[in-house]
């Protein structure tokens, strides 16, 4: 989780994860925990990282507490900081890496290899290893660096999803177009999940062609 606005995007991609019964590495960026603080008003403590991060995935999109109710037994918590932690080797066991939201200049850091922090690093590591990586890019606009810097991802094997909702899918509420969001990033990652209603071909009543998302 990198500093980009979008955490509710993050807390819906981990609840998804643990329903699926996958186990989770989790690695906040100190850029992630300021957002954090700042859009939901929840302090990322390492030394009560498991209170903290149950009270974050129990909010809705909209902020309302207690939306959802999360086991977090199954996240394994990784101080961004702690270069020598499991994940920033190859040898460590894992299907891959979702980097979600991902901000610009955690993708640059990425793309360019320059691994100055565990996210960064483990990101290196996942692409070596030719495991799945995810970024979630949330920016708009998009400049030209940034632009070269995700085409070299995607060179390197990465899916690059913008944090881009669709309105096909009958959202009615803000959680349904952060679901939307959060499933298109658990497809590319192969993971399972039923957080929005996939397209099934019928065009008509406002719906949108899915060629165009």
């Known amino acids: 989780m990198s500093g980009a606005s979008g955490t509710p995007y993050a807390a ?3 609840r998804a994860l643990l329903a699926a019964g996958e186990a989770v590495d989790l690695v ?4 992630s925990r300021l957002t954090l603080l700042d859009e939901t008003g929840i302090s990322f403590r390492d030394a009560h990282w498991q209170d903290d991060l149950g009270r974050w995935l129990a909010l809705g999109a909209d902020g309302k507490p207690g939306t959802f109710d999360v086991d ?3 996240v394994r918590y990784w101080s961004a900081g702690d270069l020598a932690a499991g994940p920033s080797s190859g040898s460590y066991p894992a299907k891959g890496m979702l980097i ?3 901000s610009t200049a955690c993708v640059a850091g990425v793309a360019l290899g320059l691994s100055k922090d565990l996210l960064q690093r483990t990101a290196s590591v996942t692409l070596k ?3 799945t990586l995810v970024v979630a890019v949330r920016e708009t606009p998009l400049n030209g660096q940034t632009l ?3 085409l070299a991802l995607d060179d390197a094997g990465a899916s690059v999803v913008p944090a881009s909702p669709a309105f096909y899918a009958g959202a ?4 349904d177009l952060v679901d939307f969001v959060a499933g298109r990033v658990l497809d590319a990652a192969g993971v399972g999940h039923g957080l929005y209603r996939r ?3 019928e065009l008509g009543g406002g719906t949108a062609d899915p060629r165009d998302t």
């Open 199 to 201: 397209w099934r071909g």
């Open 172 to 175: 009615t509420h803000i959680q």
């Open 129 to 131: 290893e030719r495991r």
């Open 100 to 102: 979600v939201p991902a």
């Open 72 to 74: 977090v037994s199954g």
């Open 148 to 150: 070269r810097h995700l």
């Open 28 to 31: 906040v960026s100190r850029a």
């Open 12 to 14: 819906a991609v981990l």
